[in-house]
């Protein structure tokens, strides 16, 4: 069984200041990872994955994660955010690409 | 391109009755997994299909089930409702058998009283 630890329930950060969504994950098997974007009143967005090579990924919307297989890490990292980045965020794990398992995500709050 | 779609949008049901949610798959796509949000939590897994079949299912109890039709698009019917299944209820499609983008619907509503 896998599972995810978003150890951040709320960010509040200032626009243009960057920011870190942290991720944890437990896994007995390998896992692909996932961070998606949920915008108020709408579905869930795919902002990037990792599935193998390099363990820096970047994504849309600036977003970049790095995967570290020993800390079993996978941050979200933005350099500079905009007000339009407010949403919730959510990590998540699968072993096989047929089940996700999420985190209970960050809500991530760009003040201006 | 259409995206995904998912009917009603909010429902309110009592204990104990039964609900169909419905969603229509992206242009394409043959595969359908559904997920059940409650209040402040992740999206949890509650089965997929693929080509009409069951191709997974999560830690739910029975009287989740569901279908895929020939065009791909399904239903999710939950019977015997529960206060607990008051939640945000998503269908994502995606291509083929793996799960690495789902494409999410705005997702269904659902009240039980």
């Known amino acids: 069984a896998q599972s995810v630890t978003q150890l951040d329930s709320q960010v509040p950060v200032f626009e243009e200041a960057p920011v870190e969504l942290r991720c944890n994950y437990s896994s007995s098997v390998s896992v692909y990872l996932f961070w998606y974007v949920q915008y108020p009143n709408q579905g869930l967005q795919l902002l990037l994955k990792y599935l193998s090579g390099s363990t820096l990924v970047k994504g849309i919307n600036g977003f970049e994660a790095e995967f570290n297989k020993s800390q079993t890490s996978f941050h979200l990292r933005k350099p500079s955010v905009h007000i339009s980045d407010t949403a919730e965020y959510f990590c998540a794990v699968s072993p096989n690409q047929r089940q996700l398992t999420f985190g209970s995500g960050t809500q991530l709050t760009v003040l201006p | 391109e259409t995206g995904v779609t998912q009917s009603p949008t909010h429902l309110i049901k009592t204990r104990g009755q039964q609900v169909t949610l419905r969603c229509s798959s992206q242009s394409g796509h043959n595969t359908v997994s559904w997920y059940q949000q409650a209040l402040g939590q992740g999206p949890q897994f509650i089965f997929q299909y693929y080509r009409e079949e069951e191709n997974g299912r999560g830690n739910f109890p029975p009287r989740f089930s569901g279908l895929q039709f020939p065009n791909y698009s399904s239903e999710l019917n939950v019977n015997a409702l529960e206060l607990d299944d008051s939640a945000l209820y998503l269908c994502?499609?995606?291509?083929?058998?793996?799960?690495?983008?789902?494409?999410f619907g705005e997702g269904s509503r659902l009240t039980v009283l």
């Open positions: 994502a499609s995606s291509s083929g058998q793996g799960a690495g983008e789902l494409f």
